[in-house]
Nanobody, 126 residues
Framework: QVRLIESGGGLVQTGGSLRLSCAVSGDTFRRLTVGWFRRAPGKEREFVAAVRSNGGSTHYADSVKGRFTVSRDSTKTTAYLQMNSLKPEDTAVYYC???????????????????WGQGTQVTVSS
């Protein structure tokens, strides 16, 4: 059983930064793809970013590319989402997700991830 615990959300002004953390336990961390998704009020869940297993490739939604950075720390078995130059449009509940069997073509599809964190609120004031 894979467990994911998220932290780091909060309230920031436009242009500010936050770093979200996703601590992972219950499986071999290096074998897991870790994705980040978000859901704003009244909107569907959308893909934000992901990093492949074993230090593989990174992937970003067009809306966050150049502002957000996804990374992973094998020593701490933790994935991170560094969010810079935040905009009010980034306001949402952010979720980390993990899976050990994803094919590359499914990395942006939340329905393909088996394990999810509890979510953390990010609010960006204008």
């Amino acid at each position: 059983q894979v467990r994911l615990i998220e932290s780091g959300g909060g309230l920031v002004q436009t242009g500010g930064s936050l770093r979200l953390s996703c601590a992972v336990s219950g499986d071999t961390f290096r074998r897991l793809t870790v994705g980040w998704f978000r859901r704003a009020p009244g909107k569907e869940r959308e893909f934000v970013a992901a990093v492949r297993s074993n230090g593989g490739s990174t992937h970003y939604a067009d809306s966050v590319k150049g502002r957000f950075t996804v990374s992973r720390d094998s020593t701490k078995t933790t994935a991170y989402l560094q969010m810079n130059s935040l905009k009010p449009e980034d306001t949402a509940v952010y979720y980390c997700a993990a899976d050990g069997r994803l094919i590359l073509s499914s990395i942006r599809n939340g329905d393909q991830y088996d394990y999810w964190g509890q979510g953390t609120q990010v609010t960006v004031s204008s």
